[in-house]
């Protein structure tokens, strides 16, 4: 029996070389390597080097190299096809008979990456493909970092081509860049679509994405599966990421090929997606293997959240104590590359920097869609809680994370016990505010000759509330607006007025604000009325549309229903079972 490359790799992703090395020998790390002393030769000073990008190990003291499979071959004394089905038993691999031998001569990689290079020429005379990339503001050194290309040509297609390379029918339909139409005739598989080459972990181009520059559909298409390409095993620009997600100890797991690139232009390296499925157990395994803590920050729609939700789903059997995942939620309708145009990378840094935990994260978007004020959905969302808690495998991580969504299942519970009493604004006066206010209307009731503008000032500012239009109704009263303080003071008024100029009138008002004050210049006292007031509309201004924000944020935060979540967590879970 052999086995497939697919098998193989699968295993080999599946498994932390280095981690299984060390449970027997003290590893060392020298920059972006571990070492360790060799296991097949006696000695003090390491010169075995464990490359776990690519799986594989050299000592440098007696040659031996390999990859886990080697290690299981040479030093444990297992024959080769014993060594795979151990393996694969070890990580939960289902292993298929490959009755076809393995060719020596398999042209694939050189069909596709010789494809690679047609595309690229493509792009760089075809201008409507050009400008697209123009006006997603993609530069050309990204469009030679990511080998963007164009699936088109006027004087022929790939498959003629590739024809005229001497490559047979049988090695080019191999590669999966051309399939048979109705006519049973071989046809290009990608047509007048924007090119995005698939690269393996090593940086070999093994298959493509295609994008659609118009509102046809499907907008994207990836090359089928293959025999070097799996595409719930690899991610999208993970070769060149690695290096940063490495040095930055995170990775930042986005939707799309072109947020990817357009993180990376704004230098944020780390980035890299799922090829057109959802995230798998295989691609998390794989980030895991770079960084203990990955982020999601999937589109901000219905099916970025969906994703977003599956992901976490999935993630809870695999959890360890030092391999964990957050997520980033970026505001309603906005994906990373929308969001970078909108606003800034300054603003996205903000959002990096303040990640949701994974329970965080579950609760959050759970909870937003489900009535905790009713009695049965309360025992329905606890029997929900439990089922998560029960698919986590570390006693550890589900002690702790039990106890945190319980704490805010019961805190968001008792929350509404509250809801009749009342509720303090986000954009609220804070007491210097408040004196300051009492200041304007000190400096109104001592400077008869400035009283009306002050007060139209006021009346068109953000800090007045209905108490004070009353107030300064009463100061723009015919029979008060000339009035000096003394007569306004002697006036029968209702009390709540009497209580705004008694405050006027204390001592630490004036001191505060000395332009309030009777022996003041009126001109100075308005401009500096006018500059003060300014400024405070203006910082409240801005409360008021952040508390709008947050509004919205808390309104749309979870754009599933609670069927949808549930249905989600039961398909889950009931893949985890086989």
């Known amino acids: 029996m052999s086995f497939t490359k697919n098998d193989l790799e699968l295993i080999k992703s599946k498994i932390d070389l280095a981690e299984e090395i060390g449970k027997k020998y003290k590893l060392v790390s020298k920059g972006k390597d571990l070492w360790c002393c060799c296991p097949f030769h006696k000695e003090k000073t390491p010169s075995f080097k464990i490359n776990n990008d690519i799986g594989t190990f050299y000592c440098f003291g007696c040659g031996a ?8 071959t040479d030093l444990y004394n297992y024959s080769f096809y014993d060594a795979v089905k151990e393996l694969a038993n070890q990580v939960g691999v289902n292993l298929k008979e490959n009755k076809i031998p393995y060719d020596n001569n398999d042209k694939t990689l050189e069909i596709i990456e010789i494809s690679t290079k047609w595309f690229e020429k493509n792009l760089e005379i075809n201008e409507v493909a050009k400008n697209y990339l123009k006006l997603r503001s993609i530069s050309d050194k990204m469009i030679n ?6 699936s088109y040509n006027s004087e022929g297609s790939l498959y003629e081509f590739l024809r005229h390379k001497s490559f047979s029918d049988k090695e080019i339909i191999k590669s999966n860049l051309v399939k048979y139409d109705k006519k049973n005739k071989l046809r290009d598989f990608f047509y007048n679509r924007l090119m995005f080459p698939i690269s393996n972990i090593q940086g070999k181009v093994v298959a493509f994405g295609g994008r659609v520059l118009d509102n046809s559909l499907p907008k994207y298409i990836n090359s089928p599966d293959s025999e070097y390409f799996k595409k719930r095993n690899l991610l999208y620009n993970f070769h060149n990421a690695k290096d940063a997600i490495r040095t930055k100890k995170n990775i930042l797991i986005c939707e799309g090929y072109l947020d990817v690139i357009s993180l990376y232009q704004n230098n944020i390296k780390t980035s890299v997606a799922p090829l057109g499925t959802s995230f798998t157990e295989e691609q998390l395994l794989l980030c895991w293997k770079y960084a203990n803590k990955p982020t999601i920050m999937f589109d901000a729609d219905s099916s970025g959240v969906r994703a977003s939700y599956k992901a976490a789903m999935m993630s809870l059997s695999l959890l360890k104590p030092d391999k964990l995942i957050q997520f980033i939620t970026l505001p309603k309708n906005f994906d990373p590359d929308n969001f970078l145009k909108k606003f800034s990378q300054k603003d996205l840094f903000k959002l990096l920097k303040k990640p949701t935990s994974l329970i965080q994260y579950i609760f959050d978007i759970s909870s937003a869609s489900i009535d905790l004020r009713n009695a049965d959905n309360k025992i329905s ?11 986590i495998k570390d006693n550890k991580i589900k002690y702790f994370y039990k106890n945190e ?11 509404y016990s509250k809801k009749n009493q009342p509720t303090v604004s ?8 408040i004196k300051q206010k009492l200041s304007f209307y000190a400096a109104a009731l001592n400077h008869i ?15 007045v509330d209905d108490r004070d239009k009353n107030f ?17 003071l002697s006036t029968n008024k209702p009390s709540e007025i009497e209580i705004i100029i008694n405050n006027c009138d204390k001592n630490n008002i004036k001191e505060l604000f000395p332009y309030c004050r009777p022996n003041y210049d009126p001109n100075i006292t308005l401009n500096e009325v006018k500059e003060s007031l300014k400024n405070l509309n203006t910082r409240l201004s801005n ?3 952040i508390n709008k924000s947050l509004d919205i944020f808390d309104e749309n935060k979870s754009s599933l229903t609670w069927d949808e979540l549930k249905k989600i967590k039961d398909d889950i879970f009931e893949e985890d079972n086989f």
């Open 381 to 391: 969302y606890d029997k929900f809680i439990d089922d998560l808690i029960n698919k």
């Open 405 to 415: 969504i319980k704490g805010l299942f019961f805190n968001k519970i008792k929350s």
């Open 449 to 463: 000759d400035i009283r009306s503008e002050i007060l139209s000032l006021l009346e068109n500012s953000y800090i």
């Open 426 to 433: 986000f954009a609220k006066i804070s007491s210097l505010h």
């Open 472 to 488: 300064i109704k009463f100061l723009k009263n015919s029979e008060n607006i000339k009035k000096n303080k003394t007569d306004i």
């Open 543 to 545: 409360l008021k549309k």
């Open 65 to 72: 190299k390999g990859d886990i499979f080697s290690l299981y």
């Open 145 to 150: 970092i990511f080998r963007i290309g164009y």
